[in-house]
């Protein structure tokens, strides 16, 4: 299964990186979502922050944390896949690093959406009960 099919209806969410933190924290409460691709274009992409950003940042800039901006925390080497990337490669990437969110990108690097382990794993539970029922109904069907 391709990336592809998992970017029906969804649309990727950018910050501008002099957005202050708590906008970051009012956009993604709002936006009920844990990361945010910042982009000043909507197209490329400067970085990547979420809400774990946040909290790493938060012990050594507490007595500052009006001060603090998106580009300040932000995740400047931001790990991408194209569309036509399967599933399975795009889980190992984030079980690789380490990340729960991975910007889709076409073949120029521009923003075209973002895909979160909740998609992988609901793509992945979809694909397993797939599965099952159809060796269910080949198991009737043999009987």
Do not use: F, W
Not at 20 to 34: F, N, V
Not at 133 to 138: F, G, M, Q, R, V
């Amino acid at each position: 299964m391709q990336v592809s099919s998992l970017l029906s209806g969804k649309h990727v969410q950018t910050i501008a990186p002099d957005a202050t933190i708590k906008e970051l924290s009012q956009s993604l409460a709002e936006l009920k979502i844990g990361a945010l691709v910042v982009s000043s274009d909507g197209r490329n992409i400067l970085g990547i922050v979420s809400e774990r950003d946040i909290v790493q940042a938060l012990p050594s800039h507490m007595h500052e944390i009006e001060k603090i901006h998106v580009r300040d925390i932000m995740t400047v080497h931001v790990m991408t896949c194209k569309k036509d990337s399967t599933v399975a490669q795009l889980m190992a990437l984030m079980t690789e690093k380490r990340i729960r969110h991975v910007p889709v990108v076409d073949d120029s690097g521009a923003l075209i959406s973002i895909i979160s382990i909740g998609d992988v794993v609901k793509s992945y539970v979809s694909e397993i009960n797939s599965e099952r029922n159809a060796l269910l109904e080949y198991v009737k069907s043999a009987g």
